[in-house]
């Protein structure tokens, strides 16, 4: 009988590789910053929350390892920065982690502001894509890469505030594009749509349904407990570290769902 062998997993999965985090200093990317330094990769923390985000790279041991950025994702120069930091202090550019956002408008479409939906659209969908073609430009001469972006449930069904959802909707569709066009240089796109995860944009959100009372008919979970339908950042994280990695070497042009199956009962979704 043939034996079978499997390689013994490297602790260190990210080891030698380096990320982009956009988003980096609070919630889900100051975790996967966290992940990712955890794994032995070099990163950049690429936020507009510049106190926290330095915090955060002093923490994690400085220059050597994490470096802080302010890079407000809807202005096309910073993004570049971003992406060209990764080159002139650590060599390259092996994952960009499109994770930044903001909850943008809530309450009925007719009174939405246009200059709030512009600026939800500025930072949700246009920032996004000027992370994937900005890391696509280092990474097509180093013929490999993982790009990954934050979706969301939110990307599925028509729950969430209206320029939010509709803006996580296209995620994927730019994904799906971007992958056919990508593969060819072994770059690999995919987007997680994270379910409700304990983070600082729920005080905001929560914030903005108490100054609106009409958000609830957006949110109509909102007026019973929706913490046994939470989970902790690491959850994304977690799925964030699997994409970026060599262990997920031929999935691209997909999304991974992280939301402990919420999404499959509607009536359970906010
Ligand atoms: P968060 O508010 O903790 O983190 C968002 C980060 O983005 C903050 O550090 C903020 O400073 C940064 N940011 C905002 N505008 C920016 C800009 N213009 N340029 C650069 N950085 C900017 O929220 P989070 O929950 O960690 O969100 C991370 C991602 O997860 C987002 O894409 C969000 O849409 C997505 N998501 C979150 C949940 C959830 O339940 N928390 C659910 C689904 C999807």
Redesign the pocket.
């Known amino acids: 009988m043939a034996t079978i062998t499997k390689a013994i997993p490297a602790a260190l999965r990210l080891q030698g590789k380096v990320a982009v985090i ?9 975790e996967t910053v966290k992940t990712f330094v955890a794994h032995g990769a070099k990163v950049i923390i ?4 510049d106190a ?1 985000g330095e915090k955060l790279a002093r923490e994690l041991g400085g220059p050597d390892t994490a470096r802080f950025i302010h ?4 202005r096309e120069e910073h993004v570049a920065a971003a992406v060209d930091l990764s080159v002139s202090a650590y060599g390259g550019l092996n994952v960009m982690f499109n ?5 943008g408008p809530v309450g009925p479409l007719d009174q939405i502001p246009m200059a709030d939906f512009d600026r939800a659209y500025g ?2 969908l246009k ?1 996004a894509f000027m992370g994937v073609k900005h890391a696509a430009r280092v990474m097509k001469p180093m013929q490999s890469g993982s790009i990954i972006t ?5 990307a599925h069904i028509g729950s969430g505030p209206m320029a ?1 959802t509709t803006f ?1 909707h296209a995620l994927l569709g730019m994904t799906r594009s971007a992958a056919f066009e990508l593969r060819d240089s072994n770059i690999r796109i995919n987007t997680i ?10 005080n ?1 959100l929560s914030q903005a349904a108490l100054n609106k009372v009409q958000t609830l008919s957006f949110f109509p979970a909102m007026k019973t407990s929706v913490s046994h339908q ?1 989970a902790g ?1 690491d959850c ?1 994280a977690n799925a964030a570290l699997f994409l970026a990695s060599d262990d997920s070497s031929f999935v691209s042009g997909e999304d991974l769902v992280v939301d402990g199956s919420h999404m499959l009962h509607p009536e359970d979704i906010i």
């Open positions: 956009t988003g980096g200093a609070s919630g889900i990317g100051q690429a936020d507009i929350q926290a890079c407000d994702v809807s994770n930044a956002a903001v909850t930072i949700l920032g934050t979706a969301s449930v939110s939010y996580k749509s994270p379910g409700m995860i304990w983070t600082p944009m729920w905001q939470m950042p994304i």
